[in-house]
């Protein structure tokens, strides 16, 4: 274990600042080669990880953790093998500090540049899973931040040895080691101070479950960036396919239910409900689906649970969806703009002007016609990595990669020019 | 007046909100035309106008508000022009909306672009300055977004006459004029209740004393650009030329004292300080600065005041300027470290690796070799005009423009196409 001497989480976050300044000038091959350490050195303590991972499954077990979160939690040798395949993948991603992103020369010869450079440190607040330990630090330390961590409580030990076992690698290559910080032994204190370290911290992901991301936007004076509740909408218009809607809705609700990208709500046109209602609520029982229907819903279709209120505002994150005939699409959009968590919204149609419409009118980080809401995702996108999806429309919206973990900063070059 | 149904800050944060989608959707030359129809509707109401501000400057004068913010407030027939000229150049500027931003087609045919878009609704927390209420309504437009204002008690009614004016020219070119609120009229219950709006106020820019924008920036959980605060430093290197040193120092002290980009520490390299400390102070003492030094400082020219430690953290924002000596540039660096508000830092030296690692080490939002920290500015920069001068990391950083009044959106077209 790297020794360090701090005794508050103050104190861990001001080693965090000050490694920033030397990690924020490490060359994109002295990042690469870091990122490769660590990975290499997650494999090599495989052992060590697995061990204090089971310690903390076995008290899990003991105060009663459910057996989804248990297994959130768990790691064997091939998930400790895929944490360094991750680490790997971000490691051949090209740097994102550095890029000039504006150029402009001043009528009195001062040149400026507009360029990218890292946020300084950026924190994390996350639950149970203790992939996002590593993940989130790999991707802080690959756009050049240095990070701190606060896990849950139910991965303290797992997430100790693997920020133990990062440290170790950076301090291995020569770069600051403090430059990994983790607050998870101060506890709820330690999660307090990090929400309220502006000017330490420059920016805080939440990541996790509604609630804590509402606490955490709430709390922190730390400028946040929210990701992820997704009360996602598909819209059946009055044209859509048969085939596109059935295959779209149940790949949207069946692929991976758990994740913020799957729909919640589908909106079916009332001049297309006779004819794609029944057939698409029996393709999603079909995968064990339960759709919690309104009045015009249960009337075309079997065994529609009767939907309330609560349900148009639910994100299920498994496999129910809740389905409601609109009128038109005026209809289908106020619906969205009172329920949509501005995720992801897509619309099936064969009709042109209700597409553009729907993709200029809706206010969401992604807008879709005839795709599935699963695309809403950083590795789909093409970013090789993903932070977290955004939702909110400050700094970045929808699926976030390196380039959204770096600022800007202005370089002017002058020759003694004074303002007139 | 035009008439509103609102009773409450939140009824018309919401009406804001409503107004917004239309206000959204307008072309570039209907914004244009809008904001041309405000510059003229202003000019026409002239005399309302200062007469309204007469009543304020009177209620100013009998409550003891200091004979700066008089000035401050103070709108008369030149000034009301200057406001309407200022909205006719926000006008004239590029729409920044739908800007395609990127463009992505993924394997599976999926098109994927990247567009601008407004952020919805703007809000706006500032002082005395009337010209703030129309300056930032204008760029709010101008970028399709809406905006809810929220200006100080001394200039209320001045606020007041100028929102309904820029509301009766929307309203009769046929826009929503519940795009332009202010909520002035309940007090700091308004401004406590717009610091709250998450979910209808998308934005929020505080406009005013460093005082104003911690207060803005702790108490919201709107996300919040934070503008403004300078405690901005020139570096004298070994090598920097007397001439440069010296015109430069004087026109970043001089040429506006009360702004934000002016300087207010100099820090002199020791092997520079015979050289340049005395001319430098007697240059600056010639244009009536009052210099603040340090010990070796006040051995080297006549008539400076001691420094205390306070003076290093001090925006003076008047003719005072703390000047001390620095051992070499690692020392320059860490004083600045320690005191910089992050906005804008100049160093004057004729060494290109002084310079390189100035720029490269210095973390703020602008920083300059050989030329005025007065530079900082949207019209220097060729922005055409400003929102603000962001100093923090999210989002914007430096002179904000239209640009930075937009967020983004993914627009995502397809064919039928679901997740493997």
Redesign the interface.
């Known amino acids: 274990m790297t020794a360090t001497a701090a005794t508050t989480a103050r104190d861990r976050m001001l080693l965090a600042k000050e490694a920033a300044?030397s990690v924020g000038?490490l060359t994109d091959a002295e990042k690469r080669d870091a990122l490769l350490a660590i990975a290499d050195a997650i494999e090599a303590a495989t052992p060590a990880i697995v061990e204090a991972n089971a310690e903390d499954l076995e008290r899990g077990r003991a105060t009663g953790l459910s057996v989804a979160l248990q297994d959130r939690l768990r790691l064997d040798d091939p998930r400790v093998g895929a944490l360094a395949t991750a680490v790997r993948e971000v490691a051949a991603l090209p740097d994102p500090v550095g890029r000039v992103l504006d150029e402009?020369v001043?009528p009195n010869g001062?040149a400026?540049t507009?360029v990218s450079?890292p946020?300084?440190v950026v924190g994390s607040i996350y639950e149970a899973r203790p992939n996002v330990t590593v993940d989130i630090a790999a991707l802080a330390l690959r756009s050049g931040n240095a990070v701190v961590l606060r896990g849950g409580t139910a991965a303290e030990l797992t997430n100790a040895a693997l920020v133990d076992v990062m440290r170790d690698a950076l301090a291995d290559r020569g770069i600051d080691p403090e430059a990994i910080q983790t607050v998870d032994s101060f506890g709820r204190e330690g999660a307090r101070e990090l929400m309220h370290a502006?000017g330490i911290v420059?920016?805080l992901v939440p990541r996790g479950s509604a609630q804590l991301i509402e606490a955490v936007?709430?709390e922190s004076?730390v400028?946040?960036?929210e990701t992820g509740a997704g009360v996602v909408h598909i819209v059946l218009d009055a044209s859509a396919?048969l085939?596109?809607a059935r295959?779209?809705v149940v790949?949207?609700k069946v692929?991976r239910p758990s994740v913020c990208n799957a729909v919640e709500t589908v909106l079916v046109h009332r001049d297309a409900a006779e004819r794609l209602v029944s057939p698409v609520v029996a393709a999603l029982q079909e995968q064990g689906v339960t759709v919690h229907g309104d009045d015009r819903v249960s009337a075309l279709a079997e065994g529609v649970v009767p939907a309330t209120d609560d349900d148009w505002a639910t994100e299920y994150l498994s496999l129910d969806l809740s389905m409601r005939v609109v009128d038109d699409l005026d209809d289908a959009l106020a619906h969205i703009r009172r329920y949509s968590t501005h995720h992801t919204e897509?619309i099936i149609t064969q009709d042109d002007a209700s597409?553009e419409r729907f993709?200029?009118?809706v206010?969401?980080?992604?807008?879709?016609?005839?795709?599935?809401t699963?695309?809403?995702d950083g590795a789909?996108?093409?970013f090789g990595a993903e932070v977290g999806i955004s939702t909110?429309?400050?700094?970045a919206?929808?699926?976030m990669g390196l380039a959204e973990l770096t600022?800007?900063?202005?370089?002017?070059?002058?020759?003694?020019?004074?303002?007139e």
Chains 1, 2 share one sequence.
């Open positions: 300044r000038r402009r001043l001062v400026l507009k450079v946020f300084g502006r420059d920016v936007v709430t004076s400028p946040v960036i396919p085939e596109w295959d779209i790949n949207a692929q897509s597409a993709l200029a009118e206010d969401s980080a992604v807008v879709m016609a005839n795709a599935s699963r695309f809403t789909e996108f093409g909110q429309k400050l700094h919206r929808g699926p600022s800007t900063k202005w370089i002017a070059r002058g020759a003694g020019q004074v303002r």
